[in-house]
């Protein structure tokens, strides 16, 4: 079963810093899996559209963030792991939201980065980020 598992989520003040981790496991490529997907980060706030937030591409290369992170969260991976990984700093209370993951497969090292309006097949369950005083 291919699945994305969030972890990392916690209550944090304003202006504080998270990390949150997606690992991919039991996919058809279960070796270096990343080298064939791209793997985005979305959250979703109550009563608000869920919100891409950043991508990379299979080549790890290829990198985009939403305007509303941008230089202050950071998108990164661990081939080795099947791991995902976004650093979020100066954390604000509008960043309140449950955080996924999804992945999309890609030929092997593409620098191509998908739109946030792709569709994605596959998706976490999500991790709570709350920021508040």
């Known amino acids: 079963q291919a699945q994305l598992v969030e972890s990392g989520g916690d209550l944090v003040q304003p202006g504080g810093s998270l990390t949150l981790s997606c690992v991919l496991s039991g996919f058809v490529v279960s070796e270096r899996t990343l080298e064939h997907y791209a793997v985005g980060w979305f959250r979703q706030a109550p009563g608000k559209e869920r919100e891409g937030i950043s991508c990379i591409s299979s080549s790890g290369r290829g990198i985009q963030y939403a305007d509303s992170v941008k230089g202050r969260f950071t998108i990164s991976r661990d081939v080795a792991r099947n791991s995902v990984y976004l650093q979020m700093n100066s954390l604000q209370r509008d960043d309140t939201a449950v955080y996924y993951c999804?992945?999309?497969?890609?030929?092997?090292?593409?620098?191509?980065?998908?739109?946030?309006?792709?569709?994605?097949?596959?998706w976490g369950q999500g991790t709570q980020v709350t920021v508040s005083s």
């Open positions: 999804a992945a999309e497969q890609q030929p092997r090292w593409s620098d191509w980065v998908p739109s946030f309006k792709t569709v994605f097949d596959f």
